[in-house]
Nanobody, 117 residues
Framework: QVQLVESGGGLVQPGGSLIISCAAS????????MGWYRQAPGKQRELVAR???????NYADFVKGRFTISRDNAKNAVYLQMNSLQPEDTAIYYC???????????WGQGTQVTVSS
């Protein structure tokens, strides 16, 4: 069982930066694929970025070059550095933990990111 708690969301102006964090409890954090998803009002939840247990990353096209995902296995934490934020980045950002074998998936409660002047 893994519990995920996001933090660091808030209001930021267009062009600004923000770092959101996800703290994980439970065992074997390093074995999980960790991801950030987001959901804007009236839209489906979508993948933002993902990082494997070995540190490999992949990003949605709409954040490439602006967002960076990282993890610290010693601290059971994953981060999302967001730069050049735009109003369309406004959403609730969710932390996700995925284990392939056996198959398990966990979600955090989400943190609101609002980009507005």
């Amino acid at each position: 069982q893994v519990q995920l708690v996001e933090s660091g969301g808030g209001l930021v102006q267009p062009g600004g930066s923000l770092i959101i964090s996800c703290a994980a409890s439970g065992r074997r954090f390093s074995m999980y694929i960790m991801g950030w998803y987001r959901q804007a009002p009236g839209k489906q939840r979508e993948l933002v970025a993902r990082i494997g247990s070995g540190g490999s990353t992949n990003y949605a096209d709409f954040v490439k070059g602006r967002f960076t995902i990282s993890r610290d296995n010693a601290k059971n934490a994953v981060y999302l550095q967001m730069n050049s934020l735009q109003p369309e980045d406004t959403a609730i950002y969710y932390c996700n933990a995925l284990q392939l074998l056996p198959a398990n998936e966990y979600w955090g409660q989400g943190t609101q990111v609002t980009v507005s002047s």
